[in-house]
C-alpha cells in the first residue's frame, strides 16, 4: 500500500531556530497536508497543497508540494516553546470516491526555552 | 460552532471484552471517517462514510470491527471481541461535502483505548 517516509523522528532544538521536516513517498499525491498534534488532541491542519510546485506560507510555517508530486517538505522559522508537538505530513489521492489521508510516521519536536 | 467530538476519552478494557467507540462530527459535516494510530506507528485509514453509506472500508482490519452511522450523523465503532493489538488512539474526522482533496478533515480528539 501507499507508504509516507517522514524524517526526522524526533527534533531537540532551541528556540528561535529554524526546523524542516520532510515526507517522501514512492506513490504520487495529489495533495499534501502538514498537521500538528498537542498531547490529548486530535491533529490539526497547518497547511495544505494542491499543486505540484506549490510553496505556502503560514505565518512562521512554509511548506512546499515537491514537483514530483512524491515528495514536500515543513520549514519553521523562529521556533517557540509552543511549536511544541508532533507534526504529520499526509497525502491525498482521491480514488473512486475515497478521499482517505495517508500519513507519516510523525515528527516530535521538542522546543528548549 | 463545535468541533468532532469522541467519547469515551480513554477505555481500558480486557483481551475479549466489546468496546464501542462513539463519534459526533462537525453539524452539516457528510463526510466522516475513522483513522487509528498504534503506538509509534503512522496514522491509518480505517473507513470513511459518506452521510449513512460507506464509500471505503478499505481500512478495516479485520471482521472484528464494525462501523456503523445511522441517520448519517454520529458514528460508532465496535471491537468485538477485542485483542491486544487492537490498543492505540482511534481519530474521527469530518469533512463538509464530497470532494476531491479540496475539503479540510477536522479531527477529534481521539479514544486512547488499551486492551490488556
Known amino acids: 500500500g501507499q507508504q509516507l517516509n517522514q524524517s526526522p523522528q524526533s527534533m531537540f532544538i532551541q528556540e528561535g531556530e529554524d526546523v524542516s521536516m520532510n515526507c517522501t513517498s514512492s506513490s504520487i499525491f495529489n495533495t499534501w497536508l502538514w498537521y500538528k498534534q498537542d498531547p490529548g488532541e486530535g491533529p490539526v491542519l497547518l497547511i495544505a497543497l494542491y499543486k505540484a510546485g506549490e510553496l505556502t506560507s503560514n505565518g512562521r510555517l512554509t511548506a512546499q508540494f515537491g514537483i514530483t508530486r512524491k515528495d514536500s517538505f515543513l520549514n519553521i522559522s523562529a521556533s517557540i516553546p509552543s511549536d511544541v508537538g508532533i507534526y504529520f505530513c499526509?497525502?491525498?489521492?482521491?480514488?473512486?470516491?475515497?478521499?482517505?489521508?495517508?500519513f507519516g510516521k510523525g515528527t516530535k519536536l521538542t522546543v528548549n526555552p | 460552532e463545535a468541533g468532532v467530538t469522541q467519547f469515551p476519552s480513554h477505555s481500558v478494557i480486557e483481551k475479549g471484552q466489546t468496546v464501542t467507540l462513539r463519534c459526533d462530527p462537525i453539524?452539516?459535516?457528510?463526510?466522516l471517517y475513522w483513522y487509528r494510530r498504534v503506538m509509534g506507528k503512522e496514522i491509518k485509514f480505517l473507513l470513511h462514510f459518506v452521510k449513512e453509506s460507506k464509500q471505503d472500508e478499505s481500512g478495516m482490519p479485520n471482521n472484528r470491527f464494525l462501523a456503523e452511522r445511522t441517520g448519517g450523523t454520529y458514528s460508532t465503532l465496535k471491537v468485538q471481541p477485542a485483542e491486544l493489538e487492537d490498543s492505540g488512539v482511534y481519530f474521527c474526522a469530518s469533512s463538509p461535502r464530497r470532494g476531491y482533496g479540496t475539503d479540510t478533515q477536522y479531527f477529534g480528539p481521539g479514544t486512547r483505548l488499551t486492551v490488556l
Open positions: 499526509a497525502g491525498q489521492l482521491p480514488q473512486g470516491g475515497s478521499e482517505k489521508l495517508v
Open positions: 453539524s452539516g459535516h457528510d463526510n
